[in-house]
């Protein structure tokens, strides 16, 4: 049962992952990592509170399993518990305290939570351990580019989009730190980037079209806008109100069509 569980998890089929781990529970309920790798399948499938709970199983019958910690921040994450989160990543980092992706994961955590010095510590410590770190170059650009010091973080996504394979969010929030110091070409640039990589990416659609917007071309805006809608509905009200876009919405009547003006 468990390991078929693992291979129904991999197939995406996380209710007969779930029912698989379930029947291990049930023969040994003793079974921590059953009950850690059900959370994961819960998680996988949306639950994250059924995921919790699961993990607190595993965690109060092997309190070393410092994995369980880990996933478990992964789920308050989820649910916007940010401080939580960080104590969790906080005890998964007591057992293993020079892991680079769990410190930007808890970097992360700390940005989320406003607390942007905290993500600073992480993400240079994370960058001690590993200097190699994309995801530690990309947490820390964030870093700068939330604190207003574009430039800064423009280095610091060239530096992540150079080590990671799939850095469709890199030039995303590269773009978007271009964008927010008047540099629209380049912004432009970065956004059809991330969209070669990830066609359905809607932060790269929208504000690409915010930044057509901003330069009064047309070029691909309506089409950008539209796709973004189709992928965040909730987009289209804050469409109605970004100023970014107003003169995409003062002179296309297609802009206002969508966007119900």
């Not at 880990?70 to 305290?97: C, M, P, S, V």
């Not at 604190?147 to 973080?153: C, I």
């Not at 280095?155 to 989009?161: L, M, S």
Request: aromatic share 10%; proline share 2%.
């Amino acid at each position: 049962y468990y390991n078929r569980g693992f291979a129904y998890r991999a197939r995406a089929d996380y209710e007969r992952a779930i029912a698989d781990f379930t029947r291990v529970v049930a023969l040994d309920p003793e079974a921590a990592d059953a009950y850690h790798a059900r959370g994961i399948s819960h998680f996988l499938d949306g639950a994250s509170a059924q995921a919790i709970s699961d993990y607190e199983e595993a965690l109060e019958r092997d309190p070393e399993l410092w994995v369980a910690y880990r996933d478990r921040a992964l789920a308050y994450e989820d649910q916007g518990d940010y401080q939580k989160a960080i104590e969790d990543y906080g005890r998964a980092l007591e057992h293993t305290a020079e892991d680079a992706l769990l410190l930007t994961s808890r970097g992360h955590a700390h940005l989320s939570a406003g607390s942007v010095a905290e993500a600073f510590a992480d993400f240079d410590r994370a960058l001690d351990v590993d200097p190699d770190s994309g995801l530690a170059y990309h947490g820390r650009g964030l870093a700068h580019r939330d604190s207003g010091a574009f430039d800064l973080a423009i280095e610091d996504f060239t530096r992540a989009a150079g080590r990671l394979a799939d850095a469709a969010d890199v030039y995303a929030d590269r773009g978007y730190a271009y964008a927010s110091s008047g540099r629209l070409e380049q912004a432009v640039e970065d956004y059809n980037r991330a969209l070669q990589l990830n066609s359905d990416h809607v932060a790269a659609h929208f504000n690409r079209a915010c930044a057509l917007s901003l330069q009064r071309k047309t070029g691909s805006l309506v089409t950008d806008l539209t796709r973004a809608i189709e992928l965040d509905p909730s987009l289209a009200e804050h469409g109605r109100h970004d100023p970014e876009l107003e003169w995409a919405r003062r002179e296309l009547p297609d802009v206002q069509k969508l966007l119900g003006l």
